[in-house]
């Protein structure tokens, strides 16, 4: 038997059942702790039909007369006539499906035999979240690269130099060539939203019982609490929590959709790991910062991860206005169910599997193992113009620190004054 072993191998009875258990464990993760994967409706990618997938989005129809003004003919005067001629189109998108594989560490049952279940369950719960993580980047940085409009905020320009794209056509465009100089403020975030409903045509999220209707906005927890301190938001809010209104208080206080209503057609989610970048490259797009670095321990032959102190002081953020029906996020057909598992299309994207392969080298016994995972998805366009990733400028915190005046009290000395 050669002294370096890399067959992989593992017990079977566990590994068929934990399959499947495994798999709807990633499913409801996806559904609790991603603020971005609700965004984009789901849907299958058909199977037998193209490894590119082709589809048409109807555009406007074009007017052959003013929108302003329509021109009206007496009745009595219109026969004859055929009237102005009005014109249809649409724009063709291209698809197609891409895979992310990935393994764990190869386990060897016999070295933790006595305390195996802790440390499998352990082992489990961070691939997961690993996963729900890979998932979430992937969403967060495909709207980023496909979205057809982009925003700059920075002092001293116009809001049309500032904008990009705006259209379906203008899909994977870049951000206006602007150093960012300011941080994001709610005025231009309600005016991007006034953007997206007068020249988008942006339908909003419907109200479900609370708030109104409303485009949702998600961002770090600093640049939120920047609008709630913004003076005009500050003032209106706390008027109504004043005069007992409840969208005060939990505007006040809430951090995701699903607690706050909207504020002026606004509802607002929190980022835990935003984009965010060192400025922009040679080709115009953004030198993105990794959230985390990896730190090994070479004698153990593990590592984890923690925050990248380069993100941490990032000079730039990036911040997503969006409004529905902008991408589907698509997976294989062959994910929407077997035997008696079903899962939401949506929500499925990850399987996650414990491997092993008994041989007559290495692995006679079975000793060892390790998880193997994949995502498969595949981004359909509908409106890409509908998602709206800003990129700001991110200021030193205040953390309300004052000057603190050395005492200047005399010493008491007993004397009667």
Known sequence: MPADCNSPATLSDIAVKDTNRLVGQVARALAANSPFINLLDGGTFPSGVSDTVRTV??????PGDSLAIPTFINDTDVCGTLGNQDLTGNIEFTYSLQTKRGFGPRVCVKKGFSAFKGSYNAAEDALVKLIVQYVNADVKAQLYLKSATKFVMAKGYCFDDLLTGGTETDINVLFAPVTPNSPLTFSALHLLAEWLQEEAFAEMWPA?????PHYRFIGSSRIIETFRAEVGVQNVLMALTAGGYRLGEVALSAY???????YRGLAFGIDQTPLRASGFTSTGTLALVDPKITVYDLAKNTAYSKVNPAWRTAPYELGFLVAPGSFKRLVPER???EGSFKFAPQLHMGELEWFYQRDADCNVWGDFGFHIYQIIRAYQPVRPQFIIPILYARCEPNIGAVDCPVTSCLPYTGAIL
């Open 256 to 262: 995701s959709f699903e607690q706050s209503p909207a």
């Open 335 to 337: 994910y929407v169910g």
């Open 208 to 212: 479900n019982g609370k708030g109104m």
């Open 57 to 62: 989005v109807q555009m406007p129809a074009a």
